[in-house]
């Protein structure tokens, strides 16, 4: 994908979350009506323990997606890791989630 072409980014903002919740975001976001190039996902990994970490870097790879891992022991500060994402993002337009939402394949589309 070609980052300078997404028209949005989508920051999700994440602590020790992979796995089935996580997974069913990105494929959400991936099955949106418009063109993945479109669409930029961002993953901002803050703190997460190794496993986590690792599994979360293998989604990104398999979904095309940014994967930003801070590496912290700091206590779980969601507004810290979203600024994070939200340095990363490069589209004109930034749209923020959670980890455990699942989207419309339309929901893009209406949002641009």
Partial sequence: MSL??????????????????????????????VPEAEVEIVLSDFGSAQDHAESVSALAAAHNCVVVQTATNEVWNRSRALNIG???????????????????PRFLQNVL
Avoid: H, Y
């Avoid at 300078?4 to 069913?24: C, D, H, Q």
């Avoid at 939200?86 to 419309?104: E, G, N, R, S, Y």
């Fill in 4 to 33: 300078e072409m997404s028209k949005i980014s989508v920051v999700i903002a994440l602590r020790n979350r992979s796995g089935t919740r996580l997974a069913n975001c990105v494929r959400s976001l991936r099955w949106q009506s």
């Fill in 86 to 104: 939200l340095q990363a993002a490069t589209a004109p337009m930034v749209m923020c989630t959670d980890a455990d939402m699942i989207f419309d």
